[in-house]
């Protein structure tokens, strides 16, 4: 079934025309590439194809429900969230505090969103894009989450999609119900009740250190049926803002 017939030359591009086996072909095709790629330009290279079949996923997820395409939008973004004033108010000694006020506009931390997306110009939804994610980083990406929350965007909703599951649980069986999680992180996200969030996993299984799906002995297939199971997932997370 194609799912884009357009012609023209909108922002779309690539995806005009696609389909789910296409999809396919487009992570079998950079996987294999990574066969005689060196370290470096591997993780260079799974990162984008990450962040690239994140975009086509949720493209094809709003084109379903019936999404104009000229209200969609996805890109990286990066926040600036500046120094707390209450916290400047209370330091010792005062000659760091007097610093502190005297260049008050370099004290700040740079948020970044690896897929940001946005309707009509107002994201909507935060992407965390990983080959894999494990708690100890899914700490850091929460407390990220938590303060673009807090202090930028009141109403923004986040995933983490990831190609194979490093979380615990059963992340791993990718489904259309929603997975019922790690012990681990599950305590994690009891304490940033702030951050709506939902986990995506592309890949059957759990990721294996010693088994890296670059290697072609570990190459691991990726079944129509998960592209269709994402899409529907992005689908809900879209469906109020059409």
Known sequence: MKLFETNDNSEYGSVDNLDYESVVDMYTDSIHSMYTMTAGQIRGAKGDLVENLVDVIVKLAWHEIGGKKDRLDIKKHTGRISIDEGYVETLTPKYVRDHIEQNKGKYIY???LDRAVEIDNKIILGIECKSYIENAMFKRTLKDFELIVKLLYPDLLFCVFQFENSLGGDYGKVSEQRQLGSE??????????????EIITLLDGDRKSDRPIHKREYFKELPVENIEICVNKFRNILKPFV
Do not use: A, C, Y
């Open 110 to 112: 740079k948020v970044e």
């Open 184 to 197: 681990s992180t599950h305590t994690l996200l009891s304490h940033t009740p702030l951050v709506d969030l």
